[in-house]
């Protein structure tokens, strides 16, 4: 079954302890990208990837980085979390040459930060 | 650069009765794919319809059609037969041809009322 997997789907944490959260796909997608969610102001691209070692700032990318070592896995991690980073996450994924197929979405990941 | 506006953040409609969410856009691109895409109470992004702007003909799948009229820049989402499960968050979206990013509006919230 084609799908993005995201882990943890919820976690709270408290302010200053390193967290990732993890994001594959197993489609061969080369395009990767992770969205924050909140109340208002819809989707916010936080950070995306074209493909293996090649990423790239999205709206909101401060507070975050993010690696692609390898095609399959995407990971979010929040070096220092804060509160202001309490949100719903989104990895979502694409084939490229497929501009107008479908972004694959992970089921989410519920982050609160105390 | 690309936005998308939504101007309803909420909106409800009688169960089997239609009902038109609106959608605003602007994009630098020449060509560019418009979507609808759905998030129901399980949080899970889902592709309701997609509609290529070079193509005149609106785009339908079963209950739900658009109304795209590119000279306004306008991309409506028409819901017929409205049924409970419809019941979701709607977010309008516009990714230019030659790019993969996703640029979302901050949604509309339908609730279907029995």
């Known amino acids: 079954e084609a799908q993005v997997t995201q882990n943890p789907r919820y976690l709270i944490t408290v302010t200053g302890k390193k967290l990732t959260v993890t994001c594959s796909q197993n489609?061969?997608?080369?395009?990767m990208s992770w969205y924050r969610q909140d109340p208002g102001l819809g989707l916010r691209q936080i950070y995306y990837?074209?493909?293996?070692?090649?990423?790239d700032k999205g709206d909101v990318p401060e507070g975050y980085k993010v690696s692609r070592k390898e095609k399959r896995n995407f990971p979010l991690i929040l070096e220092s979390p804060s509160p202001n980073q309490t949100s719903l996450y989104f990895c979502?994924?694409?084939?490229?040459?497929?501009?107008?197929?479908?972004?694959?979405f992970g089921e989410g990941s519920r982050l609160t930060v105390l | 650069a690309q936005t998308v506006t939504q101007s309803q953040p909420e909106m409800s409609v009688q169960e089997a009765e239609t009902v038109t969410l609106s959608c605003t856009y602007d994009?630098?691109?020449?060509?560019?794919?418009l979507f609808w895409y759905k998030q129901p109470p399980s949080r899970q992004m889902i592709l309701v319809i997609r509609?290529?702007?070079?193509?005149?003909q609106n785009a339908t799948e079963n209950r739900f059609s658009v109304n795209f009229q590119k000279a306004a820049k306008s991309f409506s989402l028409k819901i017929s037969d409205s049924q409970l499960g419809d019941t979701a968050m709607y977010f309008c979206?516009?990714?230019?041809?030659?790019?993969?990013?996703?640029?979302f509006g901050k949604g509309t919230k339908l609730s279907v009322i029995p």
């Open positions: 979502a994924s694409r084939g490229l040459g497929q501009a107008a197929g479908e972004l694959f």
């Open positions: 489609m061969n997608h080369e395009y």
């Open positions: 990837s074209m493909n293996v070692e090649v990423t």
């Open positions: 994009t630098s691109e020449n060509n560019y794919y």
């Open positions: 509609q290529e702007a070079y193509k005149q």
């Open positions: 979206a516009v990714s230019g041809a030659g790019s993969y990013q996703l640029t």
